[in-house]
């Protein structure tokens, strides 16, 4: 099945510093999620980017669905230690009639305070 | 609040044991989803179900069974076929199979003993 590649694997960072991860595909999607997942908890929905070309900000995170649909990144500024986790994106894609999520590995992110 | 309910929260299984993970949703959502993660991996689906009464495999639905018999409620049923159980298991949610986003509970991790 389809597959996302998601970079980089992880990240180690001093606190203030801005973030940045990506993730390519080898097809279209019609959607791009970008989730946050704490050690031991399910992963939660940072932004959702429905149109090729949308910019997406939700406090310090920024996240664009790339204009030929398969691929998006999410930009982190300012960063801080709660910002430490794993993150993951997700793309919707349809095949013959059906929609299936596909995910990244996910990027770790440490941060020093 | 509305959410997402997995229990337990970690789950022991002896060989050749059957164990049921349970989801329960009060969202109203009409689609549901099992995926299964494992260190460095991204979520894998092993079952979804679209409304009431029906279900559909995912990518790895061997050694696993669902039911959907309520709408709030997705059971997983890990079967002694399943040879390698351990592993975090994520329910998710979403208001139907093309309304993304997922919203996922927090897990239950499962263990052999």
């Known amino acids: 099945g389809q597959q996302l590649n998601q970079s980089p694997q992880s990240m180690f960072i001093q606190e203030g510093e801005d973030v940045s991860m990506n993730c390519t595909s080898s097809?279209?999607?019609?959607?791009w999620l970008w989730y946050k997942q704490d050690p031991g908890e399910g992963p939660v929905l940072l932004i959702a980017?429905?149109?090729?070309?949308e910019l997406t900000s939700n406090g310090r995170l920024t996240a664009q669905f790339g204009i030929t649909r398969k691929d998006s990144f999410l930009n982190i500024s300012a960063s801080i230690p709660s910002d430490v986790g794993i993150y993951f994106c997700?793309?919707?894609?349809?095949?013959?009639?059906?929609?299936?999520?596909?995910f990244g590995k996910g990027t770790k992110l440490t941060v020093n305070p | 609040d509305g959410g997402i309910t997995q229990s337990p929260k970690y789950l022991f299984r002896k060989e050749g044991q059957n164990v049921t993970l349970s989801c329960e949703q009060n969202?109203?959502?009409?689609?549901m989803y099992w995926y299964r993660q494992d260190p460095g991996q991204g979520l894998r689906l092993i079952y979804y179900?679209?409304?009431?009464?029906?279900?559909q495999k995912g990518d790895i639905a061997e050694g696993y069974s669902v039911s959907r018999e309520k709408k709030e409620s997705f059971p997983l049923t890990v079967t002694s076929a399943q040879k390698n159980p351990t592993a975090f298991y994520l329910c998710?949610?979403?208001?139907?199979?093309?309304?993304?986003?997922?919203?996922f509970g927090d897990g239950t991790r499962l263990s052999i003993l």
């Open positions: 998710a949610s979403s208001l139907d199979r093309l309304n993304q986003p997922q919203h």
């Open positions: 097809s279209i999607f019609n959607t």
């Open positions: 980017l429905y149109k090729a070309g």
């Open positions: 997700a793309g919707l894609e349809s095949q013959g009639g059906s929609e299936k999520l596909v």
């Open positions: 969202l109203n959502h009409d689609a």
């Open positions: 179900s679209q409304i009431v009464n029906d279900f």
